[in-house]
């Protein structure tokens, strides 16, 4: 027998009691047949109780990991626990399940490792501010020139990734205001990178942990990461390829 497909909804929440009921039972509506499991990012309000109220699938970090340390203990859960795809979804209530299966079907056709939920391709549903977009225009243009790849909503925290994806992320993801910084590291461990248009809302409720003075340590916290990811996985290839040169040199001499 064909064993099943196991897919596993990752859904970090930070002080997402407005949200993340709504969050979780929307999925469980649209989406019964996948797994999912809510990361308590140390939260300071009610999503904890909330959580454990609705007997929803949860993770409780005893502190604030901030969004990648929160991701990350997904994907270490989804790696030790057998699963083939994991998805990254918000728990604000921006992104819409009933996208879930455009991010799947590349992932299951081989055409891509990750496929990131893109608002710009269609430019349908919420944009974002004027301010952000121009934000993420510079950045999408810092990793088309780092990388060569364009990838257009380079901000986006809804996503999909394979098995491969799961161990690698698992083992190393960016911590803060990860992204970014993330499609860089996959685009440098030769993963296939894939947007797929999907249509986001507005936060349902509560407010953005993002104010004026943490958008611009977010652009040069992240510009710098950017450019010392893409260097630092030059120098690993390098270093690879010129121990691959000297093991085929001995092996002539030989």
């Known amino acids: 027998m064909e064993r099943k497909e196991k897919i596993l909804i990752i859904i970090p929440a930070y002080n997402e009691a407005e949200n993340i009921v709504h969050v979780v039972s929307h999925m469980l509506e649209q989406a019964p047949q996948y797994d999912y499991l809510v990361i308590n990012d140390g939260?300071?309000?009610?999503?904890?109780?909330?959580?454990?109220?609705?007997q929803f699938r949860y993770l409780d970090l005893p502190i604030n990991m901030g969004i990648g340390?929160?991701?990350?203990?997904?994907?270490?859960?989804?790696?030790?626990?057998?699963?083939?795809?994991?998805?990254?979804?918000?728990?604000?209530?921006?992104?819409?399940?009933?996208?879930?299966?455009?991010?799947l079907e590349p992932i299951r056709q081989g055409e891509a490792d990750v496929t990131i939920g893109s608002r710009f391709l269609q430019k349908e549903g919420f944009?974002?501010?004027?301010?952000?977009?121009?934000?993420?225009?510079?950045?999408?243009?810092?990793?088309?020139?780092?990388?060569?790849?364009?990838?257009?909503?380079?901000?986006?925290?809804?996503?999909?990734?394979?098995?491969?994806?799961?161990?690698?992320?698992?083992?190393?993801?960016?911590?803060?205001?990860?992204?970014?910084?993330a499609i860089v590291a996959a685009i440098m461990h030769r993963g296939k990178v894939k947007e797929v248009p999907v249509q986001m809302r507005a936060r349902e409720g509560g407010t953005s942990s993002i104010t004026f003075k943490?958008?611009?340590?977010?652009?040069?916290?992240?510009?710098?990461?950017?450019?010392?990811?893409?260097?630092?996985y030059g120098v690993r290839r390098t270093k690879r390829e010129a121990g691959v040169g000297r093991k085929n040199e001995q092996h002539e001499e030989s």
Do not use: W
């Open 43 to 54: 939260s300071t309000d009610d999503t904890l109780r909330l959580c454990r109220g609705n």
């Open 69 to 103: 340390g929160a991701v990350q203990a997904g994907y270490i859960y989804a790696g030790k626990n057998g699963y083939d795809i994991a998805v990254q979804m918000d728990g604000d209530g921006q992104h819409d399940i009933a996208y879930l299966e455009k991010l």
């Open 214 to 232: 943490k958008s611009i340590y977010y652009m040069i916290k992240v510009t710098l990461a950017i450019l010392i990811c893409r260097m630092s």
């Open 127 to 181: 944009q974002s501010s004027v301010s952000r977009r121009t934000g993420i225009n510079i950045l999408s243009f810092l990793i088309l020139v780092t990388t060569g790849k364009r990838i257009k909503d380079v901000t986006s925290g809804y996503r999909a990734v394979n098995r491969r994806f799961i161990e690698i992320y698992s083992k190393d993801y960016p911590m803060d205001y990860p992204e970014p910084e």
